[in-house]
């Protein structure tokens, strides 16, 4: 499915006005192709609801399944995009050595720079989706997405710094700019969105769990100490998590499921496992 934004054909309309002709046209098309090459590997690999939304700043693609399938899988698709475009700029680079024409160079430079550099790790890049998938392998959700958002915003610093040094050259390109200042703002937004990123992971888990009838659990044992949200923190999106409850001395006081830590949130707000607990308990009585 292909779904428009309203502010699309307004920009095509603006960017042909200012003078972007032939070479930004070949370059949208191509940007497509990119999105397109996501979708077909995963089609391919049993995805079927895949989305391309096509907006101003490019095309992206999306799928409620695509939560669901395993590393491998992913890694596959996120790599899809960048691979078709390589791929495609060798072919017109040997067609541009028997062909002189515009049309090859531009497709040549355009596929190579695309495939080349979506695989920076910055938002939203498909660098940055590879970079995450490797991290959640290692740690939890929460340092994961750390590293990913600060990775991002070093990568935008970076891109504008070079920009600037354009600047003070006497070379003005305006789409660096642009570039360094989308990333460096998505990284930004992207920090304050943890929380959700894990609630949303826990919700879609009944989902993996109703289709694969198992799922891996992991026992940690945690501090009364330790508020809703801190122990939210703990948890990834491939485990269900059951947290042992110990005081100072390491006696267990109770155990709490990953479920009722989001229960609780919504319920008595960000309170420690303590309060939670006596809650609890009261509740039962």
């Known amino acids: 499915m292909i779904k428009i934004s309203k502010y699309f054909i307004p920009y095509i309309l603006i960017m042909f006005m200012v003078g972007f002709h032939k070479s930004f046209f070949i370059s949208l098309f191509w940007v497509f192709v990119h999105e397109f090459s996501h979708a ?9 609801k895949v989305k391309i939304k096509i907006t101003p700043i490019g095309f992206s693609m999306t799928g409620d399944e695509l939560k669901d399938i395993s590393f491998a899988k992913e890694v596959a698709i996120v790599i899809a995009g ?36 979506n695989l920076l ?11 995450n998938l490797c991290l959640q392998r290692k740690y939890t959700c929460k340092k994961a997405h750390k590293i990913k ?38 990284s930004y937004k992207e920090k304050g969105r943890i929380v959700y990123i894990i609630i949303g992971d826990i919700m879609k888990k009944k989902v993996k769990f109703l ?20 122990t939210l923190s703990l948890i990834d999106k491939n485990k269900y998590y059951t947290f042992v409850v110990l005081e100072d001395d390491m006696k267990v006081i109770d155990i709490v499921y990953e479920q009722e830590i989001i229960e609780g949130l919504k319920s008595y707000g960000n309170i420690t496992l303590d309060e939670y607990i006596i809650i609890r308990q009261g509740n039962k009585l």
Do not use: Q, W
Not at 154 to 169: C, D, H, P, Q, R
Not at 211 to 230: A, D, F, H, P, V
């Open 40 to 48: 077909l590997m995963a089609k391919f690999l049993g995805v079927k």
């Open 82 to 117: 960048p691979a078709a475009n390589i791929i495609i700029a060798l072919i017109f680079y040997l067609l541009y050595k028997s062909y002189h024409f515009d049309i090859f160079e531009i497709s040549m430079k355009t596929n190579l720079v695309l495939g080349c550099f």
């Open 121 to 131: 790790p910055a938002l939203p890049l498909d660098g940055s989706r590879l970079l």
């Open 149 to 186: 958002v600060n990775t991002s915003m070093i990568i935008g610093a970076l891109i504008f710094s070079y920009f600037i040094f354009l600047v003070f050259n006497k070379i003005l390109n305006i789409s660096l700019g642009l570039l360094s200042f989308f990333i460096i703002n998505i």
């Open 211 to 230: 289709k694969n009838r198992c799922i891996e659990n992991k026992s940690l044992c945690i501090s009364y100490k330790y508020t809703l949200l801190e």
